[in-house]
């Protein structure tokens, strides 16, 4: 997977900024002449494009009190692991506890599911800096 530097407008439609190799090219730049104008706007129209994905479930979780990561399935079929503030809010959180028989998070069991990858995105924010 490679990190691409993506313009602010295609970051606010949602667009991410990593891509699987196989779906990168190299780049040949286009000829103004025949094909002039070539904007960002032409590709995507922020407007257009709502900056909320749509979630279908909670799978699981990992770690306990203020370490509390949640595995979400998204409609698009992807899985990523969020932090319990990045999901407290949703309606999915309480869909969760209540097909664990739980009242809150702070009855959670420790674990209910596999341990996320490493990913420095989910676990920098677990750090806490202080002087």
């Not at 900056?51 to 990523?80: C, M, P």
Request: overall charge negative; charged content about 20%; glycine content about 6%.
């Amino acid at each position: 997977s490679f990190h691409m530097k993506l313009p602010a407008s295609m970051k606010q439609c949602g667009i991410h900024n990593i891509f699987h190799a196989s779906l990168l090219r190299i780049h040949i730049p286009n000829n103004n002449h025949l094909f002039p104008g070539q904007l960002d706007a032409q590709v995507v129209e922020p407007q257009q494009h709502p900056t909320e994905w749509a979630a279908e479930k909670i799978v699981s979780h990992t770690g306990s009190g203020g370490h509390l990561l949640f595995e979400v399935l998204w409609k698009s079929g992807d899985r990523t692991w969020l932090l319990h503030n990045e999901v407290e809010d949703l309606t999915l959180l309480q869909l969760y506890l209540d097909a664990i028989r739980v009242e809150n998070v702070a009855e959670l069991p420790i674990s209910s599911g596999p341990l996320p990858p490493h990913d420095p995105q989910i676990f920098l924010d677990l750090w806490k800096f202080s002087k």
